[in-house]
C-alpha cells in the first residue's frame, strides 16, 4: 500500500476508514491545519478518494489491508461506525491510536449496549428490551402500549433496521433472522416528542471538550432533510440538562473525536436520547459555515488532540437542507443555478452518484430571519434535486 507523501516540519498523517462525504468534508480543514488525510476508500471513485490524493482502495472488513493502511498512519478515527471488531482489534494489537477507541465505538455500533450503558448511567432513554420470542414482544408492547418501535441492534441508519410496529406478528420476519443468528432485537416504546434536537460537541484525548448550540433536526421518511441551528424556542433549561448530558455521556464512555447525541424533546419539557454517533454527524453540518469552528476541522483537532476551537455560531441562525438524490443525474447546472440565484448560500455537494433518497449533498445559509433562511435552503436543495425547477 502506497504510503501518503508526509508535509515537511513534522506535521501528522490522520487516517480515515471508510470513504464517504465524511471523510471527504475533512479534506479542506486538514489543508488549514497543515495535516495530511489518508483515506482507506472502497473504490477509485469514493466520494472522498475524488477530492483526497492518498486514498487507497480496500474494504474496512478486510483485516490486512486495515492494518497496511494504518502502519502508514499517526492516527487513525472513521468515516462511518461499520468496522468489524476482529478488525478493531487487530488495530488495536498493533498498536495504532484509534479515535474514538474500539471501547467507546462498541456504544455507537450496538444499540442494545448503548442503551445498557445509558440506563446505567442515568442518561433519559425510552423504556426499552432486548428480545428473542414473539412472546417477549407481545409482553413488551402490552406493558408500554402499542405501537411500539423495533431495532435491529447494528448496522442500521438513516431508518434502516427500524420498525414502528402495531403487533408482535410485524415482526415474525426479523424474529426468525434473530433465531438463526441468535442475536436479540431491541424494542422501544414509541415516544410522543414534540420534535427531534441534537447535541453535537467533540472531545480530545486530553478530555477537553467543546459543544455547540443544541439544534432541531427535521425527518422526512426517517432522513434527516433540515437542521436549525439553534433550535427555536427552546427552554434554556432543557438546553443546558441536554449539553451536560451529552457531554456527560463522552466522558463516561471515553468518546474521543465528535460525538452527536440524537434527542426527542417530549411534552412535559424533558428528553430522552434517541441515538449515538461517534463521527460528523449530519447534525453537525451547518457549523462548516456557520460556526467560528466546524465539526470537521473540530474532529481533526480532536482526534490529533490539538486544542479545541470554538464552537460559537457566526450568525444568530443557520439553516442546513440536506440535497437528496432525484431523477436528474446531471447536477453541476443546478449547482451554479443556486448559487447565482443565492450568492450567500453555500452549497456543498458529495462527488456521489444519483439515487433516489440518497444524500448527494447539503446547502447551509446562515442571517437573521429563521423563516427566510428556511426557504432559501429548500428551495435550493428542491432545485438541485430536480423537485423544482425555478
Aim: with cysteine; glycine share 10%; aromatic share 6%.
Amino acid at each position: 500500500m502506497t504510503a501518503p507523501l508526509r508535509a515537511p516540519g513534522g506535521f501528522p498523517v490522520v487516517g480515515i476508514i471508510g470513504g464517504g462525504q465524511l471523510a471527504r468534508m475533512c479534506a479542506g480543514p486538514a489543508v488549514e491545519l497543515g495535516v495530511t488525510l489518508s483515506v482507506l476508500a472502497e473504490a477509485p471513485d469514493a466520494s472522498a478518494a475524488l477530492a483526497i490524493p492518498s486514498a487507497p482502495v480496500g474494504a474496512h472488513t478486510d483485516v490486512d489491508a486495515v492494518v497496511a493502511f494504518a502502519r502508514e498512519c499517526d492516527v487513525v478515527t472513521f468515516d462511518h461506525e461499520h468496522v468489524p471488531s476482529d478488525v478493531l482489534a487487530a488495530l488495536a494489537e498493533n498498536g495504532v491510536p484509534m479515535h474514538p477507541s474500539p471501547a467507546a465505538l462498541v456504544f455507537a455500533q450496538d444499540k442494545l449496549a448503548m442503551r445498557e450503558r445509558l440506563t446505567a448511567l442515568g442518561i433519559p432513554c425510552p423504556r426499552w428490551a432486548s428480545v428473542r420470542s414473539a412472546e417477549e414482544v407481545t409482553a413488551f408492547g402490552d406493558e408500554v402500549g402499542w405501537p411500539i418501535v423495533a431495532k435491529t441492534p447494528r448496522g442500521g441508519y438513516d431508518g434502516k433496521g427500524v420498525r414502528v410496529i402495531g403487533s408482535t406478528q410485524e415482526l415474525s420476519d426479523w424474529l426468525e433472522r434473530a433465531a438463526s443468528d441468535d442475536s436479540p432485537l431491541l424494542l422501544e416504546e414509541r415516544v410522543p416528542f414534540t420534535r427531534e434536537l441534537a447535541v453535537l460537541l467533540a472531545r480530545s484525548p486530553s478530555g477537553q471538550a467543546a459543544a455547540w448550540p443544541v439544534v432541531e433536526t427535521v425527518q422526512t421518511d426517517g432522513i434527516c432533510t433540515e437542521v436549525i441551528a439553534p433550535a427555536p424556542e427552546l427552554d434554556e433549561q432543557l438546553a443546558a440538562r441536554a449539553t451536560e448530558a451529552g457531554l456527560r455521556v463522552a466522558g463516561e464512555l471515553g468518546v474521543t473525536g465528535v460525538l452527536a447525541v440524537e434527542l426527542f424533546e417530549l411534552p412535559d419539557g424533558e428528553f430522552v436520547v434517541n441515538e449515538l454517533a461517534m463521527r460528523p454527524h449530519n447534525s453537525g453540518h451547518w457549523s462548516m459555515d456557520g460556526a467560528v469552528t466546524g465539526q470537521f476541522e473540530q474532529h481533526l483537532r480532536a482526534v490529533l488532540d490539538l486544542p479545541l476551537g470554538s464552537p460559537r455560531p457566526r450568525a444568530p441562525w443557520t439553516v442546513m437542507g440536506n440535497v437528496l438524490g432525484g431523477d436528474h443525474p446531471e447536477l453541476y447546472p443546478a449547482y451554479r443555478h443556486v448559487m447565482a440565484r443565492d450568492p450567500e448560500l453555500k452549497a456543498h455537494l458529495y462527488g456521489k452518484a444519483v439515487r433516489p433518497g440518497r444524500k448527494i449533498g447539503h446547502v447551509n445559509v446562515s442571517g437573521t430571519d429563521l423563516a427566510d433562511l428556511r426557504e432559501r435552503a429548500r428551495h435550493a436543495a428542491d432545485y438541485i434535486e430536480g423537485a423544482v425547477t425555478e
